[in-house]
């Protein structure tokens, strides 16, 4: 636990810089709110995502590994990665440079900044989940979310171990549960939290990303949900932008707004959706928490 | 899609077993054929072959099939066979190492779509630092269009065109499509990474043709 206020190393990613712009904005402000203070790592690059690993075995531990050291040189303790896909890619390149010490001297050559391997990396509930623990996030709440029944969808990035000791259950994860249930909304248990969304396949494979978000779909309505919350912006747009095709393709009638955890936080501390640019979500977001008169 | 796991290949198997497990550093001799991994298995159902059905062929040798099937192609990479396995393989893993296998060996894949996509993007994140958007959908559709076009399929190419205009005017409506070209400025030491992956590549394709069979690189 943390006693004295320290700064957090902060790796928004590219898609936090370009379609999922606004949830940059909201981590920034519902951590400022908290009183942590980010601090965004100086000229960061793209981490390579899953499509590195799946192109070259040294390119996919080298990208990340450039942002370890950028962030580590600062001083930096612990560094936050919202996004799922560059925190699991993160934490895969810290792992193998932990255990091939050969790899991380041929990385370190080419690097200014070399890896030591002191950073601690933190996934945005985990960060969340402490500001809870220290008492900070209960302080700030002003309104409850009475009536929302959210499927906390956790997608397959977050809790992917890849023998790294995670924060959460990896098949049955509750940190978005504990929070959403302290804001007061009624978290529904569901059988697809930690299901995968097709990430990539949805614009190379269409036909198979389609079908799972079919059935994360499914199940959520059939729980009785009434919104979809996530931490991870590729889940987000996914089941955003391609609500209709899924749906109409799935035969669900039923269109869920699609969350981020950051938005419902900001609700109930106070901060209008508007201020939060809400407005570029596909799937309306305003009118379910009107509805429940929750702004 | 007929598999024949149970012809063994006792000289292709070792040679097979000794790469696979030291690129994908996965001790897939551990497997015991629970089918854990295929009953949460993701994409299982497109598919119609599973993690265990793949380790299968790894052991008995089966390369060919091993390097040229649906799991390879279109596994998403959500590592539930992992977190579900008794023995802690990352079957993931192992369909990600048969996948740079089969490329480097030249064989077609699948779903040629999701190996230009991979491309596109390791490609433009290396040319800039970070990944533009637009630039590598940009980059990716014209792979994939033009691969429609050497085959005489217009409607196919124009049905794509279509398709990926009312995706970008939607997210453009929404704001979340951005124009701007993001760069990092040390893109240098990325670029220079792509050179050692590539160089590492080209190594191991050479060892293979020279008869000398996997030797880490």
């Known amino acids: 636990m943390r006693e004295v206020q320290m700064d957090v190393a902060y790796y928004p990613g590219c898609s936090l810089h370009q379609s999922s712009q606004f949830y940059d904005l909201q981590t920034r402000r519902i951590f400022s709110e908290l009183g942590v203070s980010l601090k965004e790592i100086e000229d960061w690059s793209c981490c390579g995502a899953t499509s590195a690993g799946k192109f070259n075995d040294f390119l996919a531990v080298a990208l990340p590994a450039r942002n370890l050291g950028i962030a580590e040189q600062a001083g930096f303790k612990e560094m936050l990665i919202p996004c799922s896909g ?19 001297h041929e990385i370190n050559g080419e690097l200014a900044f070399k890896v030591t391997n002191t950073l601690k990396l933190v996934n945005i509930l985990e960060l969340f989940l402490e500001a809870k623990d220290n008492g900070r996030f209960e302080s700030k709440i002003v309104k409850k979310l009475t009536g929302l029944k959210p499927a906390c969808y956790y997608g397959c990035m977050t809790r992917f171990a890849y023998d790294v000791p995670v924060s959460d259950n990896v098949e049955n994860p509750q940190g978005m549960e504990t929070l959403l249930d302290m804001m007061g909304a009624e978290s529904r248990d569901w059988s697809y939290k930690t299901a995968c969304c097709g990430a990539s396949a949805a614009i190379n494979d269409p036909d198979t990303a389609f079908n799972l978000m079919g059935k994360i779909m499914k199940n959520a309505v059939k729980r009785g949900c009434n919104c979809i919350v996530t931490t991870c912006p590729m889940c987000q747009l996914n089941l955003d932008a391609y609500q209709e095709k899924f749906c109409n393709k799935a035969g669900i009638y039923e269109r869920l707004p699609v969350y981020f955890i950051t938005e419902l936080m900001g609700i109930a501390m106070g901060i209008s959706l508007q201020e939060m640019n809400a407005d570029r979500h596909f799937i309306d977001v305003f009118g379910l928490v009107k509805e429940l008169e929750l702004v | ?199 590492k590549k080209t190594a191991l394709k050479d060892d293979k043709k020279s008869g000398f069979g996997y030797r880490h690189v």
């Open chain 1, 86 to 104: 560059c925190y699991s890619s993160h934490l895969m390149s810290q792992t193998r440079l932990r255990h091939n010490i050969p790899l991380l």
């Open chain 2, 1 to 199: 899609m007929t598999i024949s796991s149970t012809i063994y290949n006792p000289q292709s198997a070792k040679t097979l077993i000794d790469e696979v497990i030291e690129r994908s550093s996965q001790n897939i001799y551990a497997c015991y054929q629970c089918r854990r991994c295929a009953s949460g298995c993701t994409v299982g159902e497109e598919t119609g072959i599973t993690p265990d059905v793949l380790i299968r062929l790894i052991i008995t040798g089966n390369r060919e099939e091993a390097l040229d099937n649906a799991l390879v192609w279109q596994c998403v990479s959500c590592y539930t066979c992992g977190t579900r396995c008794p023995n802690n393989i990352q079957s993931g893993r192992v369909t990600e190492t048969l996948k740079k296998m089969s490329r480097e060996e030249d064989v077609i894949p699948l779903n040629p779509n999701i190996a230009y996509f991979h491309d596109a993007f390791v490609q433009g994140c290396t040319r800039w630092g970070r990944v533009n958007e637009m630039e590598f959908m940009g980059y990716y559709e014209l792979k994939n269009i033009g691969k429609h076009l050497i085959n005489y399929q217009f409607k196919k190419a124009y049905d794509e065109i279509v398709l990926q205009i009312k995706l970008g005017a939607s997210m453009f409506k929404q704001k979340r499509l951005h124009l701007k070209l993001h760069t990092s400025r040390g893109r240098k030491e990325v670029k220079q990474f792509y050179k050692m992956a590539m160089k």
